[in-house]
């Protein structure tokens, strides 16, 4: 158990629907990342929080949005879906979001099957 | 841009076989690099790491050297077990940014 946790685990939704995605990072853990894992795409990088702010941003569509709370916890949110939006998605989180690396731990993630 | 190649997939051995997993990178000035493991249903775990060309990192019988002459980190283990039965990815982050780039993953499958 690596101490992050992502709900819902599974969710299941219609083409053109929005959903929220959770996460709550490891305790003391300041900086939150968002990962989409998917058959053609592989793992990429969506965005990161760090403290509230947004420190770092990949390959995240303008449909997808993110937030981290003041308790740090972070929501991905994904609109007007589309079924190639279907994948894994992964929250990670590290101890500090700074220039020197400190191991991400990754939560179970949640499936995503839009129909 | 940086990147990450795996050997492709999936590998399939027998218990007690040896194991190498090539992986090759892109990446500008001195990247870290990573082995992570992903067993079936779970998030991803950090098996090893380096952060230096001529590093080791080593962890529950695997290891992996960065050799930055041939930009290569390869995954190996003298003798794998069963329980070694995942998908694993190589990834990289560059110098000043937290964000990790994977490879597209091994599916590693150990017979008895």
């Known amino acids: 158990d690596s101490g992050v946790t992502q709900t819902p685990k599974h969710l299941i939704t219609a083409t053109g629907q929005r959903v929220t995605l959770r996460c709550s990072p490891r305790?003391?853990?300041?900086?939150v990342y968002w990962y989409q894992q998917s058959l053609d795409q592989g793992l990429q990088f969506l965005i990161q929080y760090y403290n509230g702010e947004e420190r770092a941003k990949g390959n995240i569509l303008e449909r997808f949005s993110a937030q981290q709370f003041p308790d740090l916890h972070s929501e991905l949110n994904l609109s007007s879906l589309e079924l190639g939006d279907s994948a894994l998605y992964f929250c990670?989180?590290?101890?500090?979001?700074?220039?020197?690396?400190?191991?991400?731990?990754f939560g179970p993630g949640t499936r995503l099957t839009v129909l | 841009g940086n990147s990450v190649t795996q050997m492709e997939g999936p590998v399939t051995l027998s218990e007690e076989a040896f194991l190498t997993i090539n992986c090759t990178y892109t990446?500008?000035?001195?990247?870290?690099l990573f082995w992570y493991v992903q067993y079936p249903g779970e998030g991803l775990q950090l098996l090893l790491k380096?952060?230096?060309?001529?590093d080791k990192g080593s962890n529950k019988g695997f290891e992996a050297t960065y050799r930055k002459e041939t930009t290569s980190f390869h995954l190996e283990k003298g003798s794998v077990q069963v329980s070694d039965s995942a998908v694993y990815f190589c990834?990289?982050?560059?110098?000043?940014?937290?964000?990790?780039?994977f490879g597209q993953g091994t599916r590693l499958t150990i017979n008895p």
């Open positions: 380096a952060t230096k060309a001529d």
């Open positions: 990834a990289l982050n560059s110098q000043g940014a937290q964000k990790l780039v």
């Open positions: 990670a989180s590290s101890a500090t979001g700074g220039n020197t690396y400190n191991e991400q731990f």
């Open positions: 990446a500008t000035g001195y990247p870290s």
């Open positions: 305790s003391g853990d300041l900086s």
